[in-house]
């Protein structure tokens, strides 16, 4: 999938690709890297952080605790990601790559009415990064 929207940027100059998803970090905070990833390679390149390990470091803070071993055999020393750091980046980071459609946007999708749309897109002519 990431050749395939890589592909779609390219031959969009750096646009084309819309993921509309309600819920992009569900699970873990790979997902977010990985949104970051498929939608705003040029600004994780930029900020040296194209690679999860370097982007965990820059956001997550890992915290070694002992933890039952999954035998039940056990304790065992495992590393999780505890908390997120530099937030105030982050966020900046994340809403600069999203576009959220406000009231107006989906009124008109409901109406049907394209030529409003195409008007009041926030993203209208977006490159995109």
């Known amino acids: 999938m990431l050749l395939k929207t890589r592909y779609i940027q390219e031959i969009n100059g750096g646009g084309g690709v819309v993921f509309a998803t309600g819920t992009p970090i569900a699970n873990s905070v790979a997902e977010m890297f990985t949104m970051q990833r498929y939608l705003q390679t040029g600004t994780l390149r930029k900020q040296q952080l194209q690679h999860f390990d370097s982007w965990a470091a820059t956001f997550g803070e890992p915290v070694t605790a002992m933890e039952l071993a999954p035998d039940g055999a056990g304790y065992r020393l495992n590393t999780r990601f505890a908390r997120f750091i530099n937030v ?24 049907g009415d394209a030529d409003r749309q195409a008007d009041d897109c926030p993203c209208a002519g977006h490159a995109g990064t």
């Open 88 to 111: 105030p980046e982050l966020n900046a980071n994340l809403l600069s790559g999203c576009r959220h459609p406000d009231r107006r946007q989906v009124e008109a999708a409901r109406a």
